[in-house]
């Protein structure tokens, strides 16, 4: 772990309990006077903490010290994802967070399936756990969005991944907002709404599982 992650870090005294306690005290086994770092993921302090008492369920910590680290990516890329089975999200979630995308939309389109629903507070928690292990100061930005036609509206300069001829890594410096689509891609009634000129593809005619193509996309984007 980079840091361990607490709301109520930066004040200068900090009680831990419950999970967190659980792991810093039983499983790593800390010490008194031990000093450990914290984030909040609010700003991008990095805290240091001395580990002053420890008691049965909780322990508390004293500030020793703050200062401003900022590890995130460099490049901005805004996914919009049409909804896949929440499984499989919440599967690949912590690796588009290391790669350092920096929001998700998740949408319907014509071939998600309806009853899928997302456990947002779940998927906030493989964030922060993501992001205390990688060391990023943030989290991805999570949103939800109806539909595909209203994502266009609120999004400029909108790419979307599919079969083409143009080649995602000869618009990688260009894309900042990028469509995957769900399991059976997009429908033909969806690709006649999308600008020609902003489909991109892979150098393969080999049909990807829609996790294939979010990991492989934001990776020939960012890194």
């Avoid at 369920?57 to 994802?81: D, G, P, T, Y």
Wanted: charged residues 30%; proline residues 0%.
């Amino acid at each position: 772990m980079q840091f361990t992650y607490d709301i109520n870090c930066g004040n200068e005294f900090l009680e831990i309990s419950d999970d967190t306690y659980k792991y810093l005290i039983k499983a790593r086994r800390h010490k008194i006077n031990d000093e450990i770092y914290f984030r909040n993921l609010k700003n991008d302090l990095l805290y240091l903490y001395k580990l002053s008492s420890i008691n049965r369920r909780s322990a508390s910590f004293n500030l020793i010290s703050s200062e401003e680290k900022i590890v995130r990516n460099e490049n901005s890329l805004h996914l919009i994802w049409c909804l896949v089975d929440p499984k499989t999200i919440e599967k690949y979630l912590a690796s588009l967070n290391e790669l350092g995308v920096e929001k998700i939309t998740f949408v319907y389109c014509e071939y998600s399936q309806k009853n899928f629903k997302l456990n947002f507070e779940k998927l906030e928690k493989i964030l922060i756990n993501s992001s205390s292990q990688c060391g990023r100061s943030d989290i991805i930005k999570l949103d939800f969005c109806n539909s595909l036609e209203e994502v266009m509206k609120e999004n400029e300069n909108v790419y979307f991944l599919d079969f083409s001829d143009i080649s995602i890594d000869d618009k990688k410096e260009d894309i900042k907002t990028l469509v995957i689509g769900c399991e059976g891609g997009f429908s033909k009634d969806e690709r006649l709404t999308f600008n020609k000129e902003k489909i991109v593809g892979f150098k393969s005619n080999i049909i990807l599982r829609s996790e294939t193509a979010i990991l492989s996309a934001a990776s020939k984007i960012l890194i």
